[in-house]
């Protein structure tokens, strides 16, 4: 039986190693949709305000495991929103104490609530070397800023100008490159052989700049960073399935309620968390590599961080299509699940 035929297959249970839970009633309706499928997740800290110091974390924490539905397990790993003041100390006693997993950096003014974020990378390096010494990992949203350079390049420009200086300055530090979008990041990350490996999106196996603009613009394949064109979407494709222990998902799934998406400036998100494991499987399956799935989605992320694999298993069975709704509600207003442009033929269930 070749790859494309298979009709069945069985793996670990995924976890998300990029995710926006939100928080109030926003979390209370996204959380079921990734706990439903993925064992543990990478919860990002881009809250208003954003969750900084070990104690927010906490609390954070402790919000998300009170808006679980009773039948489900889920493992948030947290995360810490990295600003000019961060103490290093607080930052090592997070780690500790196992109430933080790594931490967040967001360039000023990349994204979504990242107003807080690093302007000036030397004053956050005694942090950086606190974390390199005890084996803390850093999450990067890797795009630079600068109103002068085109946002197609950001991604690029930022491996230039700030990772590979900031490598250099601080070699021990383990780095994820989060949402990979460019052919440039994989040779980057494929090139480097210690401490540095780079999540990928759902939605960027999925989509190019194309469908965004073409035939009228579509705000709900807006995210950041925004998709590029269809060869680096092609690189992507080539990074997650080949198996490279470097690779691995995180959806960035970004729920943002349709009034917010849909006006003259919309938000930056794409929210994937009901149907990516499904998505996954069509483009594993098509690219051949379906037995690959289990290494980005379940294996690839534990390695890096350090954690063992989940012990449960859930099972993608190819029948008819499955149907996801095209929305969720939420007290503040519905929220678009993402649209592949395909059907998706893989069901999921959790053993
Ligand atoms: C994210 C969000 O909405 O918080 N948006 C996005 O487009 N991915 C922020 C981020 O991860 O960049
Ligand atoms: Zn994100």
Same mark, same amino acid.
């Given at each position: ?14 976890? $998300? ?37 070990? *104690? ?14 009773? +039948? ?47 302007? +000036? ?27 002068? /350079? ?5 991604? *690029? ?14 070699? %021990? ?10 052919? $440039?990041?994989? %040779?980057?990350?494929? +090139? ?61 799934? *970004? ?14 998100? /794409? ?56 929305? /969720? %509600?939420?007290? %503040? ?19």
């Amino acid at each position: 039986m070749t790859d494309k035929n298979m009709t069945s297959l069985t793996i670990r249970r995924p976890d $998300d190693w990029h995710l926006h839970l939100r928080d109030g009633a926003m979390l209370q309706a996204v959380l079921p949709e990734t706990a439903r499928h993925f064992g543990r997740a990478i919860i990002m800290p881009n809250l208003v305000p954003p969750v900084v110091t070990a *104690a927010q974390a906490v609390d954070y924490r402790e919000r998300i495991m009170a808006a679980l539905p009773g +039948d489900m397990t889920f493992k948030p790993l947290m995360t810490l929103y990295l600003t000019e003041e961060t103490d290093p100390d607080d930052v090592a006693a997070a780690h500790a104490s196992g109430i933080a997993t790594a931490v967040k950096l967001y360039p000023a003014g990349a994204t979504t609530n990242s107003a807080s974020g690093v302007r +000036d990378f030397e004053k956050v390096r005694p942090v950086l070397e606190r974390m390199a010494d005890i084996g803390m990992p850093l999450c990067i949203h890797g795009e630079v800023t600068d109103g002068d /350079i085109d946002i197609f390049d950001r991604e *690029a420009v930022f491996i230039d100008k700030v990772l590979r200086p900031l490598r250099k300055k601080v070699p %021990d530090l383990r780095i994820i490159m989060e949402h990979v979008t460019t052919q $440039d990041a994989v %040779d980057y990350v494929r +090139d480097t052989h210690k401490n540095l490996a780079a999540t990928i999106t759902t939605h960027h196996l999925i989509i190019n700049r194309n469908h965004i603009l073409v035939g009228g613009i579509k705000p709900h394949f807006y995210c950041l960073p925004v998709a590029k064109r269809e060869g680096h979407r092609i690189a992507l494709v080539q990074a997650a399935v080949s198996g490279d222990k470097r690779f691995f998902l995180g959806t960035d799934s *970004a729920p943002h309620t349709d009034p917010l998406k849909l006006q003259a400036c919309g938000c930056a998100g /794409i929210f994937t968390a009901p149907n990516t494991m499904s998505c996954l499987a069509e483009v594993f399956n098509a690219a051949g590599a379906l037995p690959k799935l289990e290494a980005f989605a379940s294996l690839n992320g534990p390695r890096f961080y350090g954690l063992a694999p989940n012990e449960a298993t859930i099972t993608l069975t190819k029948g008819d299509p499955v149907a996801y709704p095209t929305h /969720i %509600d939420t007290p %503040d207003g519905p929220v678009t699940v993402f649209d592949p442009g395909f059907d998706l033929h893989w069901s999921v269930t959790s053993n």
